[in-house]
């Protein structure tokens, strides 16, 4: 079956230390997102990727890393720079806009970052 | 630049009420548009969406929306809810060359 994974679903980070989260496609979409999710705020962007080895930042990219070496997978890490990680991040993935297709992104089940 | 407003943060009704939840864009150019549902420690879910055509749309689980360009929304409806409707609902817009930009959010609580 087709879709996107998240793993792992709960992560709990030491204060000072970077995590990185993964996220895989295999939908042969060329765009693939992260969002970050708190409570009350909706989905706040945080990288994006619309073609492989090359990323722009989103909204809140502070704090945050990615890498796109592969279509498939699109792996966020969160670094100790980030100064409230504790939140849901989503990872989403599309065709690219512009191209004449659908555009709906389909959404992986999410990674729960505890900052203990 | 796009953006979309969500209305009502929050939406009580009881079941087998209808519901509207309410969406707004702005955009200078022709759009896409979409509802997502997401129910609590999961992704998002797609409901619906418009990407032209019948202004009319209906989607996953009984529900419809309404593209209407002069007012520039995209309200999300159902004739009758079901306690499973409990979720939040995220509406969302896309223009043909960029990225999704999503509303905050309506929670919707379904009460017996």
């Known amino acids: 079956d087709g879709g996107i994974t998240q793993s792992p679903k709960y992560l709990f980070r030491k204060e000072g230390q970077n995590v990185t989260l993964s996220c895989e496609q295999n939908l042969n979409h060329d765009a693939m997102y992260w969002y970050r999710q708190d409570p009350g705020q909706g989905l706040r962007l945080i990288y994006y990727s619309q073609i492989v080895n090359d990323f722009q930042k989103g909204d809140i990219a502070e704090g945050y890393s990615v890498s796109r070496e592969k279509k498939e997978s699109f792996p966020l890490t969160v670094t100790s720079a980030q100064k409230n990680p504790t939140a849901f991040y989503l990872c989403?993935?599309?065709?690219?806009?512009?191209?004449?297709?659908?555009?709906?992104?389909?959404f992986g089940q999410g990674t729960r970052l505890t900052v203990v | 630049a796009q953006s979309v407003t969500q209305l009502d943060s929050q939406v009580p009704v009881f079941e087998e009420a209808p519901v509207e939840l309410r969406c707004n864009y702005s955009s200078s150019v022709s759009v896409y548009l979409f509802w997502y549902v997401q129910y609590p420690n999961q992704g998002l879910q797609l409901l619906l969406k418009y990407l032209s055509g019948s202004t009319l749309v209906k989607g996953i689980n009984g529900f419809e929306a309404e593209f209407n360009k002069s007012q520039t929304s995209f309200h999300l409806r159902k004739p009758s809810v079901h306690i499973s409707d409990t979720a939040e609902y995220f509406c969302?817009?896309?223009?043909?060359?960029?990225?999704?930009?999503f509303g905050t959010g309506t929670r919707l609580q379904v009460f017996p």
């Open positions: 989403a993935s599309s065709f690219v806009p512009g191209q004449g297709m659908n555009t709906e992104a389909f």
């Open positions: 969302a817009v896309s223009d043909y060359t960029d990225k999704l930009i």
